[in-house]
């Protein structure tokens, strides 16, 4: 059982936009800040958001991150078909001074 | 660009020990905090434990306190992370991740961990 809730599936047809939850408390979300992160089929994850709505270079703006209370969520506009992957919510929980992940949601793009 | 390379993964029995090392380079290695984070065969990512950039700080899971050891040499850009009381359950991909942004940023290619008898 996660600290961090996510949906475990979302899906989405090509071009559409898709949002990503990420459920949290006052101990990690509600005090700090939040980190994206995208995995590809066998590969290492990715960073893709960082303070809650930060994108690093190279990471295209069709990526956006928002938070709000002890919640934050992932929205993916002009889906394609490579942007299926598994995706991450990350924090840092103040009361168990750990670095707490969401279960990870598997995007499909159909 | 920035490099990350672990090794030391392996087959090991319960009970057992393991050290893993990540070498570093493109970046300045003494300026970054830096985390191991694992990932089960086909589950979700896990964060194990991070570390200052001096080395005079660390935190670990509760699942891995008291049995994992994070350090880190900072003149051979190595981060290590020691493994002692080895479990099943720690059977893992291991990833050796820099911090930046205050965060997990740039991420290893991990090394796998079998612990079975």
């Known amino acids: 059982q996660s600290v961090l809730t996510q949906p475990p599936s979302a899906s989405g047809t090509p071009g559409q936009r898709v949002t990503i939850s990420c459920s949290g408390s006052?101990?990690?979300?509600?005090?700090?800040?939040v980190y994206w992160y995208q995995q590809l089929p066998g590969t290492a994850p990715k960073l893709l958001i960082y303070r809650n709505n930060q994108r690093p270079s190279g990471v295209p703006d069709r990526f956006s991150g928002s938070k709000s209370g002890t919640s934050a969520s992932l929205a993916i506009s002009g889906l394609r078909s490579e942007d299926e992957a598994d995706y991450y919510c990350a924090a840092w929980d103040d009361s168990l001074s750990a670095w707490v992940f969401g279960g990870g949601t598997k995007l499909t793009v159909l | 660009e920035v490099q990350l390379v672990e090794s030391g993964g392996g087959l090991v029995q319960p009970g057992g020990s393991l050290r893993l090392s990540c070498a570093a380079s493109?970046?300045?290695?003494?300026?970054?905090?830096m985390h191991w984070v694992r990932q089960a065969p086909g589950k979700g990512l896990v964060w194990v434990s991070h570390i200052k950039s001096d080395g005079s700080r660390t935190n670990y899971a509760d699942s891995v306190k008291g049995r994992f050891t994070i350090s880190r040499d900072n003149a051979k850009n190595t981060l290590y992370l020691q493994m002692n009381s080895l479990r099943a359950e720690d059977t893992a991909v291991y990833y050796c991740v820099r911090d930046r942004w205050s965060g997990p940023d740039s991420w290893g290619q991990g090394t796998l961990v079998t612990v079975s008898s």
């Open positions: 006052s101990s990690n979300i509600g005090s700090n800040n």
């Open positions: 493109g970046f300045t290695f003494s300026s970054y905090w």
